[in-house]
């Protein structure tokens, strides 16, 4: 609950600030200072400090998996306004309103990781979601942005419209919104009723949409191709792994009681090939870096969705330390990427001579990406083919997602390889030493998690 009233307050008091201060970089160390206190709060609510106590009627329900979780994306979006904080200022004149629709996100962020009623999770994915269309539209001299955020905005509601039919028909089914469901019925199969399962199967594409997973993946490359740099960064990696967090207790609860009358593994199965299939294939042939890491963030959905098709204890401490690793490599490539005055992969020729340190940090974002070993992403893949290899029956599942993680290493390697073996002039912004420092900080945290991923399942687990 700390989280959830902290963040919404700070934003509060932000959109307060925008009338009192006209310096712009007042608001990034106003918004730098609140995640900091955010972060804080919720670590001391993990250890049983609750500062706001609120009756919620047992609609919210907060564990540890959920608070560790939130402090991996407060962490990830502290990390994420100490790089492109400045590049946000020039977006335009309403800077403090860009920070204040961020807490609003992360308010969003901290009721999916603690909802324990279905309408509870329709208000979290909403207040997550509409900050983003605005965010997405924010360059408004921009014909692209605009597109975009109309498009989010009209598939965002639509899928809305299914989720809302979804929760409408499981209520038919079993007669409550809490996850904690008790079946008294007699239904068509041992107690699970024919509306309960497609309501499910409703939410289940719903949540689908949400974090980009094929065949509902159709809007993501145009949307974070439009949107500014800055706010793609965002929408790629907290939002995304937040619908993942949300997904994930959804199918721990309501899709494993349902197992007898619906093989969830099989529907899933369809999705990681396809999401996998389309995400890496299609990464391939794209010239613009921003569009071949829109699809990355396909490909890399596809691996994160084994933590919802095994669902046990390696599934949910992998999808911690997969949403840590993946949300720290993009935030680091996305701000290199705004500093790109060119961003396809022909602009990124010869940076490696004249900007050493953005092309040596990115490279480990990239490799930690592709899940080369001693970088966060080879451990956060590992728990995921570990997971599925666990449930003892679906090998061949590992066999496919190792054979598209090679793939996934071509196109990556083709961004290294622009920087280091060919020649070019590179035009960027202008790269300040704070920003090199920030980004060489970045690229040592990923490496320390790879070698050492106690440091961060210590938190988890003790």
Known sequence: MNAIIFSAGWGILMMFCSFLLTNKSYFRHIAVIGLLVLLAVNIIDANGVVIFHVDAGKMLSYTRFGLFFNSIAIASTLIYVLLTGKDIERLGNHVAEYFVLVFFVLSGVAILTAYNNLLMLFLGIEILSIPLYILTGSDKRNLKSNEAALKYFLMGSFSTGLMLMGIALIYGGTGTFS??????????????????????????????????????????????????????????????????????????????????????????????????????????????????????????????LFALFSLNDYASTGLLIYAAAYCLATIGIFAVLVKMKDVTFDGYNGLAKTQPVLAATNTIFLLSLAGIPLTAGFLAKYYMLASVIKTGNYTWLVVIAVLFAAVSVYYYFRLIQAMYFKTGEPQTEAITGSFKIGLIALAAIIIIVGILPQTLLYWLYF
């Open 179 to 304: 996850l904690d469901v008790v079946r008294t019925q007699t239904g068509l199969y041992k107690g699970v009723s024919f509306l309960e399962i497609i309501g499910l199967l409703f939410l289940m594409v719903s949540m689908c949409f949400k974090v980009s997973a094929a065949p509902f993946h159709f809007w993501t490359p145009d949307v974070y191709d439009g949107a500014p740099g800055v706010f793609t960064s965002f929408m790629a990696t907290i939002v995304k792994v937040a619908g993942f967090a949300a997904f994930l207790k959804l199918c721990y609860v309501r899709m494993t009681a349902t197992t007898t009358a619906i093989d969830w593994h099989l529907l899933f199965s369809i999705i990681i090939i396809a999401t996998l299939l389309f995400g890496n294939i299609t990464a391939v042939f794209q010239q613009s870096v921003k569009r071949m890491l829109a699809y990355s963030s396909i490909a890399q959905a596809g691996f994160m």
